[in-house]
């Protein structure tokens, strides 16, 4: 098939390098425009923008799939089919009209559960035991076109979300592949979104606020656990540094971590924060949070016991 490959982070790459090494035959890839990167803030293109640059692949970046340019451009390519992972906007239906078949979603959940941009994060955020990837013919509405097929990834409650990702990356391109193998002899299943006893399966899944990240020490150790690997490595989970030097406002050093883990720890108030031999701990509403990774504010990533011994003893808490 002449294929028209749609996605912008480095997470679609596995799906765009799957099709490219198949016998389809990708004729252009589409993506969001070159955004600030950085410290210089330079316009920078797309992780797939810059490979289908190196492998001399025509790259097209719509201000917005809606732009009569586009459309006109895609329809002179002709596809019979568009492939999209991760691309960041929604596909206007004239535009989805264009190829034959349609276009061929993959998205990182198994729908209806997790309709939106954070799939994998509220997965993990919600203590899901499973997981993982769809292939779906887009429809205008969000995440809600009939289902082509799945697959499953069991969670057991340690992964980060970038983990995640990365593995359904991979499984995902195989799944989509073979999507648009069998494109012209399959017909897409209408996603189900009612249980047997007339409850909604549908689950929202928006991009994670920044207040959603800020970690509540008053709650319990594993929500606040979920908090932390579902924001990992973005945006990543926050809370505020205070120290006996701070300032009298109230307003403490934001403070990110990175890894945390669960420990057995019950004798610390909830932000009280206790550095031992090879460990860290910070209280929370039951047992407390050992911090395996943390990025102090202005300073790179680092492991949680090399933080604390910088502390030096000092009294310091979250809050």
């Given at each position: 098939?002449?294929?028209?490959?749609?996605?912008?982070?480095?997470?679609?790459?596995?799906?765009?390098?799957?099709?490219?090494?198949?016998?389809?035959?990708?004729?252009?890839?589409?993506?969001?425009?070159?955004?600030?990167?950085?410290?210089?803030?330079?316009?920078?293109?797309?992780?797939?923008?810059?490979?289908?640059?190196?492998?001399?692949?025509?790259?097209?970046?719509?201000?917005?799939?809606?732009?009569?340019?586009?459309?006109?451009?895609?329809?002179?390519?002709?596809?019979?089919?568009?492939?999209?992972?991760?691309?960041?906007?929604?596909?206007?239906?004239?535009?989805?009209?264009?190829?034959?078949?349609?276009?061929?979603?993959?998205?990182?959940?198994?729908?209806?559960?997790?309709?939106?941009?954070?799939?994998?994060?509220?997965?993990?955020?919600?203590?899901?035991?499973?997981?993982?990837?769809?292939?779906?013919?887009?429809?205008?509405?969000?995440?809600?076109?009939?289902?082509?097929?799945?697959?499953?990834?069991?969670?057991?409650?340690?992964?980060?979300?970038?983990?995640?990702?990365a593995t359904l990356a991979t499984d995902g391109a195989t799944l989509l592949l073979d999507t648009i193998d069998r494109l012209a002899d399959v017909d897409p299943i209408p996603q189900l979104t009612t249980g047997p006893d007339g409850s909604s399966l549908l689950t929202p899944a928006p991009k994670i606020a920044?207040?959603?990240?800020?970690?509540?020490?008053?709650?319990?150790?594993?929500?606040?656990?979920?908090?932390?690997?579902?924001?990992?490595?973005?945006?990543?989970?926050?809370?505020?540094?205070?120290?006996?030097?701070?300032?009298?406002?109230?307003?403490?050093?934001?403070?990110?971590?990175?890894?945390?883990?669960?420990?057995?720890a019950a004798d610390l108030r909830p932000g009280q924060v206790r550095s031992e031999k090879r460990r860290v701990l910070v209280g929370t509403g039951t047992t407390a949070l050992e911090l395996i990774r943390v990025q102090p504010q202005g300073k790179k990533e680092m492991a949680g016991a090399d933080w604390a011994?910088?502390?030096?003893?000092?009294?310091?808490?979250?809050?």
């Open positions: 098939m002449r294929v028209v490959f749609a996605g912008t982070p480095a997470v679609a790459l596995p799906s765009l390098q799957a099709l490219v090494a198949s016998g389809h035959e990708v004729v252009a890839v589409v993506t969001r425009p070159d955004s600030p990167r950085g410290r210089s803030k330079r316009p920078m293109p797309s992780e797939v923008a810059a490979w289908a640059s190196e492998a001399g692949i025509p790259v097209l970046k719509p201000a917005h799939p809606r732009d009569e340019d586009f459309a006109a451009e895609l329809t002179a390519l002709a596809p019979d089919a568009c492939a999209v992972v991760a691309y960041g906007a929604l596909i206007p239906q004239r535009v989805l009209d264009i190829p034959a078949y349609g276009w061929v979603n993959l998205h990182f959940s198994l729908l209806p559960r997790w309709r939106g941009a954070a799939p994998v994060q509220r997965a993990i955020m919600a203590g899901d035991d499973v997981t993982g990837a769809t292939t779906f013919l887009l429809v205008p509405e969000l995440d809600a076109g009939p289902v082509f097929g799945t697959v499953e990834l069991a969670l057991t409650g340690t992964e980060t979300a970038g983990e995640v990702l920044v207040d959603e990240a800020r970690l509540d020490w008053t709650t319990d150790a594993v929500t606040l656990d979920r908090i932390v690997r579902g924001c990992s490595p973005e945006p990543m989970a926050w809370t505020t540094l205070r120290t006996p030097d701070a300032s009298a406002d109230g307003l403490g050093e934001r403070f990110k971590i990175a890894l945390g883990r669960v420990s057995d011994r910088g502390l030096r003893g000092a009294d310091v808490r979250f809050a």
